[in-house]
């Protein structure tokens, strides 16, 4: 195992793996920007470096400075936790270069798989299914409108190098596809600094579900069951719960097997996560690869009983997986809600300020993942996330029980500072997710009644 561990990351997800390598005995390096010296995870760290001022692009996202701080606190490892660096395969690279062991895949492996073209090809070629489409980027629009007429609208035109929910758009008519494909490569270009796009057909009413896989040095795979990701905003998760409801048992293992079989097949090394869209008739279709850990991975962890992390850092110092396939079983039902500083009424616009109260739930099987605390502040810098809450019980009713009465537990109050908690309370009542038949159109369906009757 290793000596010192430099995170390479910020906010709860910094802190979360700082605990997990405490746990282990490993000595916890964190870098910070200006923004952020107070933070939590800096004052858990044994050391801390800053890297730079508040803006991203010159602090958690400036390689050199990352780089300097794995040198300055003399550490053998780097784990990049998610978003930033954590895939960049030139990060990966870089530290291979500089004799740090990366706790995540190889460079090769992130650079085919965060790739969607090249991805795409990856799992074709290993048997997963996709949905109609191209799987080489497109190389202008009279080449999309051919496949768009050719597949039927609607269609989704994607960023090959999107992620997160960006890069992306949903185009229902042939008349607005040259406009809407100019925007989406002028988009791609200005967030990712690549315009390449391919195109597939859009599923209005799919549920999201994922696959988290973990994958050895030695060739071992196997996977932790499925996680249904459905309700989002902006095409971004807001309510992840493990399993996945009403998926026959059948689909559960073909998922499973395909996850599995396609990341062995790239020469994936650490924790991955493998995405699927499901139609109303329980097919299921490849859609991406996430070459780290997820903000979700809470409910998977209540439900195996596994740290991911510390199987991270496991696989990532040379160890084989510890259980095969047979030996793992899910016991009950977890859901995991992300509160946000920000404002459903005004298009979940961020609220970024000073935090005067903060009361966060406790109780039986609750788990709240946060670095923030009364007094500090949500910076305007970066992402609104404020804190994962996650609930366990025996079975999904009583779970969604738990997270109602948690989430009635949670104060936030700061000037001008709004959370997304009541907006979750209502889509937790929503009939279709209280009956585990809603799929990603449900944020969509609640936006469109009136403010009555949510």
Same mark, same amino acid.
């Given at each position: ?23 282990? =005995? ?26 730079? @001022? ?17 040198? $300055? ?15 960049? *395969? ?5 530290? +291979? ?67 997160? =929910? ?7 008519? *042939? ?41 050895? $040095? ?24 493990? @399993? ?9 293992? $073909?998922? =499973? ?113 946060? +670095? ?17 809450? +996650? ?39 929503? *009939? ?17 009644? *009136?403010?009555?009757?949510?």
């Amino acid at each position: 195992m290793f000596h010192t561990v430099l995170i390479a990351n910020r906010g709860e997800i910094a802190l979360r793996v700082a605990r997990t390598c405490r746990e282990l =005995g490993l000595r916890v390096a964190a870098v910070y920007s200006t923004e952020d010296r107070d933070s939590a995870v800096v004052r858990f760290a044994d050391q801390a470096v800053c890297v730079g @001022p508040g803006p991203a692009r010159h602090s958690y996202l400036y390689l050199p400075a990352i780089m300097e701080a794995a040198r $300055q606190t003399g550490a053998d490892a780097v784990h990049p936790g998610y978003g930033f660096l954590s895939e960049q *395969p030139d990060f990966a690279e870089a530290c +291979a270069a500089a004799g740090l062991t990366f706790v995540g895949p190889p460079a090769g492996v992130i650079d085919q798989l965060g790739d969607k073209s090249t991805a795409r090809a990856a799992m074709a070629e290993a048997g997963l299914p996709l949905l109609p489409g191209t799987i080489e980027p497109v190389a202008d629009a009279e080449a999309v409108a051919k496949v768009a007429a050719d597949i039927g609208y609607p269609v989704i035109v994607k960023a090959v190098a999107g992620g997160g =929910g960006r890069g992306m758009q949903v185009v229902n008519d *042939p008349d607005d596809l040259p406009r809407q494909y100019r925007e989406i490569r002028s988009t791609a270009q200005s967030l990712f600094g690549d315009d390449r796009v391919y195109v597939e057909r859009y599923l209005p009413a799919a549920r999201h579900v994922e696959v988290q896989v973990l994958c050895d $040095q030695h060739g071992n795979g196997l996977h932790l069951g499925q996680r249904d990701c459905s309700v989002q905003r902006r095409r971004q998760k807001i309510i992840e719960e493990s @399993p996945a409801p009403g998926l026959p048992p059948e689909v559960v293992e $073909q998922m =499973g097997g395909a996850a599995v079989r396609g990341l062995l097949a790239a020469g994936y090394v650490g924790a991955g996560t493998v995405e699927f869209l499901v139609d109303d008739q329980q097919r299921f279709y490849f859609m991406e690869v996430n070459c780290r850990i997820q903000v979700e991975h809470p409910v998977t962890e209540m439900t195996h009983g596994i740290d991911i992390v510390r199987e991270q850092l496991r696989i990532a110092a040379g160890e084989r997986i510890a259980a095969t396939q047979q030996e793992l079983a899910a016991r009950g039902w977890a859901i995991e809600c992300r509160i946000n500083a920000e404002d459903p009424t005004r298009d979940f616009m961020p609220t970024p300020g000073a935090l005067t109260t903060l009361d966060f739930p406790g109780g039986p099987f609750v788990r709240v993942d946060t +670095a923030a605390v009364a007094g500090g502040r949500i910076s305007a810098a970066y992402d609104p996330l404020l804190a994962k809450i +996650a609930v366990w019980a025996p079975d999904r009713p009583q779970a969604i029980s738990r997270m109602r009465r948690a989430l009635s537990e949670l104060v936030v109050e700061g000037p001008g500072v709004s959370t997304n908690r009541d907006f979750l309370l209502t889509a937790l009542d929503h *009939p279709l997710f209280v009956a585990g038949t809603h799929d990603t159109s449900l944020v969509e369906r609640l936006n469109s009644q *009136p403010r009555e009757e949510q």
